[in-house]
């Protein structure tokens, strides 16, 4: 089992950036897969970018493509969401989420396929 805590968030003006992390508890954090999904109000919860177990594979979603990155240093038991160039519409609840999977190069960029999740961290963008 595996404790996800989300730090990083703020207000920021568009086209500020702020960087995003994601500390796990556990000693097999290298072999979990990580995602960072965000909710607006009103809205469902919807995916952002998602990074495979050995860190070789990212996927985004298109919304935030040239824009966010998803890194992790497993030495550290981390992953980050460095986000540049923010619009308004990017404002919501962001949360990490974590799974095993049976490849370590897969990515998971459905809320559904993952079990652990944190609490969540406030992003808002200012226009």
């Known amino acids: 089992q595996v404790q996800l805590v989300e730090s990083g968030g703020g207000s920021v003006q568009a086209g500020g950036s702020l960087r995003l992390s994601c500390a796990a508890s556990?000693?097999?954090?290298?072999?979990?897969?990580m995602g960072w999904f965000r909710q607006a109000p009103g809205k469902e919860r919807e995916f952002v970018g998602a990074?495979?177990?050995?860190?070789?594979?990212?996927d985004y979603a298109d919304s935030v493509k040239g824009r966010f990155t998803i890194s992790r240093d497993n030495a550290k038991n981390t992953v980050y969401l460095q986000m540049n160039s923010l619009k308004p519409e990017d404002t919501a609840v962001y949360y990490c989420?974590?799974?095993?999977?049976?490849?370590?190069?897969?990515?998971?960029?459905?809320?559904?396929?993952?079990?652990?999740w944190g609490q969540g961290t406030q992003v808002s963008v200012s226009s």
């Open positions: 989420a974590a799974d095993t999977t049976l490849f370590i190069r897969t990515t998971l960029i459905v809320a559904a396929q993952y079990h652990y």
């Open positions: 990074i495979s177990a050995s860190g070789s594979n990212t």
């Open positions: 556990g000693r097999t954090f290298s072999s979990y897969a």
